[in-house]
């Protein structure tokens, strides 16, 4: 125990940058609690939601207790989505985030009646659901169209790398990512190419799986992520091991403060960070000055 | 139900392509995309590699990406099987 501290105080007075690089080695060759070669995280976190598209949504509704519903309305609350907007969602697979976006868009049309310019600037209304993962954004287009919104030009899907993003620079007024950002092999790479497709003034929001402090609860937390989930997982999806990834790879993810100085370093300015449900998820934001 | 939603995807695929190569940008190079109509797919000049649209959708994965030779497009059947191999 007394070693453990003695180690611990060592490594935070080695200089932070080595800290800094190796924990982020550590999360590119981590797969939840295995190790893992940088190389192959990508395909393995590619199998798993290859594995749960199908019920990817099912399953939030059912381990959130419908819950998510609300995080994802709190993350698009905080953007302040307006007609005309260009925006990129990545990791946004399924489109909810997309969605309800667009919604936010089309409901400021209808409260604006009858304005030329706002119909105009309707028209120019982009949001870019970008996914590496080709399964879930089948489900994400299945659902557009299950919602009318198939032949909507607002609606554009890519499949793509977070790391190595298809858009120009300055390009974006908004850069979401929801509950993905955990599963990339390098998180500063990703950070760096939102930061660079943002216009100035753009605003990037991370909504995300994090960590709880609070006693007891914690405790709790823990019991329900590592005992009910993937039993869950095993019944709703007939896939434990997907679901067992998906709890270990929240524990392995960056604490809420070092996320935010991650997000700092590349470049973003008024970085802050809000929990819900006690840190269960967090909504990190920053601004591209 | 699912192969007229197939369908649907593929028609709103091939008009949009255009549109697509306006916004997007090569993922490893950031320059600008040009169209190909057949097999759909958009093409990175600066790096001659040409990315695969399936279903409308287009798939810039840096590992997706076909290399091209520097004759044309023909020989994307060839570079198609390497990568499948090679995968």
Same mark, same amino acid.
């Given at each position: 125990?007394?070693?453990?501290?003695?180690?611990? @105080?060592?490594?935070?007075?080695?200089?932070?940058?080595?800290? %800094?690089?190796?924990? $982020?080695?550590?999360?590119?060759?981590?797969?939840?609690?295995?190790?893992?070669?940088?190389?192959?995280?990508?395909?393995?976190?590619?199998?798993?939601?290859?594995?749960?598209?199908? @019920?990817?949504?099912?399953?939030?509704?059912?381990?959130?207790?419908?819950?998510?519903? !609300?995080?994802?309305?709190?993350?698009?609350?905080?953007?302040?989505?307006?007609?005309?907007?260009?925006?990129?969602?990545?990791?946004?697979?399924?489109?909810?985030?997309?969605?309800?976006?667009?919604? %936010?868009? @089309?409901?400021?049309?209808?409260?604006?009646?009858?304005?030329?310019?706002?119909?105009? !600037?309707?028209?120019?209304?982009?949001?870019?659901?970008?996914?590496?993962?080709? @399964?879930?954004?089948?489900?994400?287009?299945?659902?557009? #169209?299950?919602?009318?919104?198939?032949?909507?030009?607002?609606?554009?899907?890519?499949?793509?790398?977070?790391?190595?993003?298809?858009?120009?620079?300055?390009?974006?007024?908004?850069?979401?990512?929801?509950?993905?950002?955990?599963?990339?092999?390098?998180?500063?790479?990703? #950070?760096?190419?939102?930061?660079?497709? !943002?216009?100035?003034?753009?605003?990037?929001?991370? !909504?995300? #799986?994090?960590?709880?402090?609070?006693?007891?609860?914690?405790?709790?937390?823990?019991?329900?992520?590592?005992?009910?989930?993937?039993?869950?997982?095993?019944?709703?999806?007939?896939?434990?091991?997907?679901? +067992?990834? $998906?709890?270990?790879?929240?524990?392995?993810?960056?604490?809420?403060?070092?996320?935010?100085?991650?997000?700092?370093?590349?470049?973003? +300015?008024?970085?802050?960070?809000?929990?819900?449900?006690?840190?269960?998820?967090?909504?990190?934001?920053?601004?591209?000055? | 139900?699912?192969?007229?939603?197939?369908?649907?995807?593929?028609?709103?695929?091939?008009?949009? =392509?255009?549109?697509?190569?306006?916004?997007?940008?090569?993922?490893?190079?950031?320059?600008?995309?040009?169209?190909?109509?057949?097999?759909?797919?958009?093409?990175?000049?600066?790096?001659?590699?040409?990315?695969?649209?399936?279903?409308?959708?287009?798939?810039?994965?840096?590992?997706?990406?076909?290399?091209?030779?520097?004759?044309?497009?023909?020989?994307?059947? =060839?570079?198609?099987?390497?990568?499948? =191999? =090679?995968?």
């Amino acid at each position: 125990m007394a070693l453990r501290l003695v180690t611990k @105080n060592l490594s935070s007075r080695i200089s932070p940058k080595l800290c %800094s690089a190796s924990l $982020l080695h550590s999360h590119a060759t981590s797969f939840g609690f295995k190790e893992v070669r940088e190389e192959e995280k990508s395909q393995m976190v590619g199998k798993v939601f290859s594995n749960v598209a199908s @019920n990817y949504d099912l399953m939030n509704d059912f381990m959130s207790g419908g819950l998510h519903r !609300l995080w994802k309305d709190r993350l698009v609350s905080k953007l302040s989505p307006f007609p005309g907007m260009k925006h990129l969602d990545v990791a946004g697979g399924t489109g909810d985030v997309a969605f309800r976006i667009l919604e %936010s868009v @089309n409901s400021i049309k209808r409260r604006a009646l009858q304005d030329p310019l706002n119909d105009d !600037l309707q028209e120019e209304t982009r949001i870019y659901v970008c996914d590496i993962n080709p @399964n879930m954004l089948d489900v994400g287009k299945n659902r557009a #169209l299950e919602k009318g919104l198939g032949e909507d030009k607002s609606l554009v899907w890519v499949q793509g790398d977070a790391e190595a993003l298809s858009f120009e620079d300055n390009s974006m007024d908004g850069y979401t990512i929801a509950f993905g950002i955990r599963n990339v092999t390098h998180i500063e790479k990703v #950070l760096s190419e939102a930061y660079r497709v !943002l216009k100035r003034g753009g605003r990037f929001l991370c !909504l995300e #799986l994090s960590h709880v402090d609070i006693p007891v609860f914690k405790e709790l937390y823990d019991f329900y992520s590592f005992s009910v989930i993937p039993r869950l997982g095993e019944i709703v999806a007939g896939d434990r091991e997907s679901y +067992q990834y $998906l709890v270990e790879s929240i524990r392995r993810f960056p604490p809420q403060e070092k996320f935010a100085s991650m997000i700092a370093d590349a470049g973003f +300015q008024k970085v802050e960070y809000e929990n819900l449900v006690g840190g269960v998820v967090a909504i990190h934001s920053g601004l591209k000055i | 139900m699912v192969r007229l939603s197939k369908w649907l995807l593929k028609e709103a695929g091939t008009g949009v =392509n255009k549109t697509l190569s306006e916004i997007l940008v090569c993922p490893l190079s950031k320059q600008a995309l040009r169209v190909c109509e057949e097999p759909p797919s958009l093409i990175s000049d600066s790096i001659g590699v040409s990315f695969p649209m399936k279903d409308g959708i287009p798939c810039l994965v840096p590992t997706d990406g076909k290399i091209l030779d520097t004759d044309d497009t023909m020989k994307h059947d =060839n570079a198609a099987d390497d990568s499948a =191999n =090679n995968k």
